[in-house]
């Protein structure tokens, strides 16, 4: 059945994947929902092929007609509050217009003017990258924007998020390890047709995996730009560096780090009185997001080191409830795949993540998905041996979503026997969403590629860890 499905969602037809969908719901019907206390090991069974890059003449990265038409739309939020937005776009033949023209239904059209880069690596020049910020937009509004100027002008539109408070609903989509295959292509248009709706992106890092191509051929990074848009141009997505967006290429003389990316995907770090792109936080609705770079200095004294040390301790939970961490390399990760590289900066951060309650961390790296319960390990102290990680209910759930499907293919192989802290694992591709109802509920579901879109092969109801830390995972549930 599973392989039925696959190929079905691979030829991207209505009709087959309708047929798909049925399939799958007929296979839900039959197969029993377990109810989790325990662990599980899926036993869901897939076709485990390397996923295959779409080719360059591929319908999803079409370059938009007209000459220097704006391309790779893609935007952010602009600062802590979610009242500014960054846009940014390309274009090719010349430099063009700075200028984003935006207006809401009730008010008049306004313009912002931002700044425009390029970068060079190896034989690669960039196009054209356009920045501009959008200050003082009012809360939960709809805006519509236009890029470019006469015959190439592309509107698009976002909508601004609710005013940061301790009851506002909000749900944010969760993608990992995207890259540019045909998979990739399925896990993205199954977050947008999920009936949940995303509102925006948490994006825990390797984006286009440029790098896999010769000399990393950054035409990759143009090519994930495009394929994006018809996302990222309308709603935000909030970036995370993963080594996969290092491009070191001492080999061809490239030695910035993250070049290409910190060129691409500007956030805004300074706001949060980060001093790097690569870590940084923003308040949306009624969450605190806290985003950090696996891929840093991270150790005592260092500049991410000081910064967090001087952050957490800032988070307002009367503001906002809900505590998430975004970073790519995860603390708990019972695949075979990048088995325990987090663990030194899980000696540095994970303390603090308990001290202050972190309700959840997200990460990506491992292309598998994986949900843990909520334990800790910080009880270990050299001499005392103490080095099993144990139930701790102010301790976050690590979840695993490095599983956007991209050309290295999944992660199969599994530690073996499951470790007692691992709640569910299963190497599908997906996403998911994290949908926050109020102060003390949020309902969490991934989707697998190879269900239908409202299916959840995995969910939980978190129970928020400063307002109501009861254990909550017996309202897991995954098949
Ligand atoms: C860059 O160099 C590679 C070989 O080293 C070549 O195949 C490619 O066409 C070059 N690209 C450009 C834009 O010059
Ligand atoms: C990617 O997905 C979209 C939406 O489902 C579809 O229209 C498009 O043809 C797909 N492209 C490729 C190359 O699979
Ligand atoms: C960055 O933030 C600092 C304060 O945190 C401020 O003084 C400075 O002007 C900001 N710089 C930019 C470019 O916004
Ligand atoms: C925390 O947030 C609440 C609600 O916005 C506010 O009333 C309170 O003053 C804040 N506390 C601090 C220490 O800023
Ligand atoms: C799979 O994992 C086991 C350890 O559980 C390891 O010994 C083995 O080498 C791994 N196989 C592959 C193909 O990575
Ligand atoms: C919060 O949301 C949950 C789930 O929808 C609901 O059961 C609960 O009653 C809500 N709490 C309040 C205070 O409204
Ligand atoms: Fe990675």
């Not at 579901?445 to 959840?456: A, E």
Request: include cysteine; charge should be negative; aromatic fraction near 14%.
């Amino acid at each position: 059945m599973a392989k039925m499905v696959l190929v079905s969602l691979a030829s991207a037809s209505t009709s087959s994947r309708v047929a798909a969908a049925i399939v799958v719901v007929l296979g839900l019907v039959l197969s029993l929902v377990v109810v989790c206390n325990g662990g599980k090991t899926s036993s869901f069974v897939r076709k485990v092929e390397k996923s295959e890059v779409m080719p360059l003449d591929s319908d999803v990265f079409k370059v938009p007609p007209g000459y220097n038409a704006p391309q790779q739309v893609h935007i952010t939020q602009g600062d802590q509050l979610g009242k500014a937005v960054i846009v940014s776009w390309v274009t090719v033949d010349e430099p063009g217009s700075n200028t984003v023209v935006y207006w809401s239904a009730k008010g008049i059209k306004e313009m912002a003017v931002g700044e425009v880069t390029t970068y060079k690596f190896y034989n690669y020049t960039s196009g054209y990258i356009h920045h501009t910020i959008i200050s003082n937009l009012n809360f939960d509004t709809k805006y519509h924007y236009v890029v470019g100027i006469d015959h190439t002008k592309r509107q698009f539109w976002f909508i601004t998020p609710p005013e940061v408070g301790p009851d506002v609903p909000y749900t944010f989509g969760l993608i990992g390890d995207l890259g540019q295959t045909y998979d990739s292509n399925a896990t993205l248009t199954h977050y947008e047709l999920n009936p949940q709706k995303g509102q925006a992106v948490l994006f825990v890092g390797d984006l286009s995996y440029a790098d896999l191509h010769p000399n990393h051929d950054n035409v990759r990074w143009d090519t994930w730009g495009r394929f994006t848009e018809r996302s990222v141009a309308y709603q935000p997505w909030i970036w995370t560096a993963g080594n996969h967006d290092i491009d070191f290429a001492p080999e061809i003389g490239e030695i910035e780090p993250f070049k290409p990316y910190t060129h691409r995907y500007p956030v805004p770090h300074n706001a949060s009185g980060s001093t790097s792109p690569l870590w940084y936080s923003i308040k949306r609705a009624s969450a605190y997001i806290i985003v950090l770079s696996s891929y840093s200095a991270y150790g005592k004294y260092t500049p991410q080191n000081r910064w967090i040390e001087e952050e957490l301790p800032k988070v307002n939970r009367s503001e906002t409830p809900w505590l998430i961490v975004l970073m790519h390399s995860p603390f708990y990760n019972s695949y075979t795949k990048h088995y325990m590289e987090g663990e030194t900066m899980r000696v540095m951060y994970e303390p603090s993540f308990v001290k202050y309650k972190v309700d959840v961390v997200f990460t990506g790296h491992v292309h598998a998905y994986e949900r843990s319960h909520r334990i800790s390990n910080v009880a270990y102290n050299i001499v005392n041996g103490n080095c099993i990680p144990v139930k701790d209910q102010s301790a976050p759930v690590y979840i695993t979503i490095g599983d956007g499907g991209n050309s290295e293919g999944l992660a199969t192989n599994m530690t073996e026997p499951r470790p007692a802290y691992s709640s569910f694992r299963e190497a599908s591709f997906g996403h998911a969403t994290f949908g926050i109802k109020n102060q003390t509920h949020a309902y969490y579901g991934w989707h697998r590629n190879q269900d239908g879109y409202p299916v959840t092969a995995d969910s939980m109801w978190f129970l928020n860890r400063y307002y109501n830390p009861d254990d909550e995972s017996t309202s897991a549930q995954h098949y």
